[in-house]
């Protein structure tokens, strides 16, 4: 624990003037008629968003709403990784791992914390906390860089060793969606019994046997066809990332952009109404966090990681991760969900819960629905 330190978030003046300087500066004119949202980020969305970054957001304000928690830094595994720490109420807090994914970072899990370790301030019953240890992903955020591109199963190694050798944690709950399912997945696979048990509200896996019946194989087929227009973030990232990162590491708005587009297309929006699911204050909040740390390059090599470490597959030889799992199925989930028999073969479920709405970013767009989840299969490992 001595390698602990405390952490605050403190952007300097002059990086916060020359980002309003480079948006502020940003040659719309050579911007042409887009189309709507069916070429990439609405052109008029991206104007009025750019208007209120420089006329209307307070980033102090938004900077003091993250440094309301305690956040820490410690060495892991070489890695200077940042996490926030809320300690639970009541006498035995469960502790809880919260991995975030990318275009994400924790500003997912700003309003989600303070109600999962203290439910008592929020109607709920105080033995139903959890000890919220929320990272930083290796590359993401307020966290160091790894040495080269990481995935999934290398970042869950990391977090097994914050979680145990740092944190001193016998067990702990893992939960996460996007790249957080991918970590929670692996942190269940190849780090139990410490890792006890997991909740995920993404399938980031697939089954190498593939489909086995008529309703998987339906799965698989559209499961095809609705990612097709979805693919080319993926492919730039997990094989020239390092291409992209020029040009969006010297645009604000670049950045932006490239964030925005998939807020909007896998959110549970109202039509194209990015805002019926996102604040343009949550929005800029998180796309600042990237910018302000310079990690949008370093952000983009989980992709490259996860193709070095064999893709999407759990693995060859039939085993599954063990230890019980909890799957949140959120109706606009950009990865729809498989039948549940599909998943069984790689997982040991115990909890399958069908939302009524909601999308890929569930801590932001239907929170109270989330919380109800973990808690609930919470409380059947706490017994």
Known sequence: MNAVRPFKVEVPDAALADICARVAAFPWHEMP??????????????????????????????????????????????????????????????????????????????????????????????????DVIAPSLPGFGFSGRPPRPYGPRKIA?????????????????AQGG???????????????????????????????DGPQTPEEEAWAARFVIEQEMEDGYRTQQATKPQTLSYAMMDSPVGIAAWLIEKFNSWSDTDGDDIESSHSKDALLTNIMVYITTRTFNTASWIYYGRREEGGRTLSTDGSRVEVPTACALFPAELLAWPPRRYVERMFNVQRWTKMPRGGHFAAMEEPDLLLDDIRSFAREQRG
């Open 178 to 208: 996007d790249w957080g399912a991918a970590i929670s997945t692996w942190l269940g696979y190849d780090h139990a019994p410490a890792c006890k048990a997991i909740h995920m509200n993404m399938l980031s896996m697939h089954n190498p």
């Open 157 to 173: 190694g990391v977090f097994a060793t914050l979680m145990t050798d740092v944190l001193c944690y016998e067990n702990y709950l």
């Open 33 to 130: 008629d887009d189309g709507g949202w069916d070429y990439g980020a609405n052109l008029d969305y991206m104007k009025a968003l750019c208007r209120y970054w420089l006329e209307e957001f307070d980033w102090r304000k938004q900077e003091a709403a993250i440094n309301r928690f305690s956040h820490f830094k410690a060495p892991v595994d070489g890695i200077d990784i940042h996490f926030i720490h809320e300690k639970g109420s009541g006498l035995a807090p469960m502790p809880l791992i919260l991995s975030h994914g990318w275009p994400g970072s924790i500003v997912e899990f700003l309003d989600f914390i303070e109600p999962l370790a203290h439910p008592e301030r929020f109607g709920g019953k105080e033995e139903d906390a959890f």
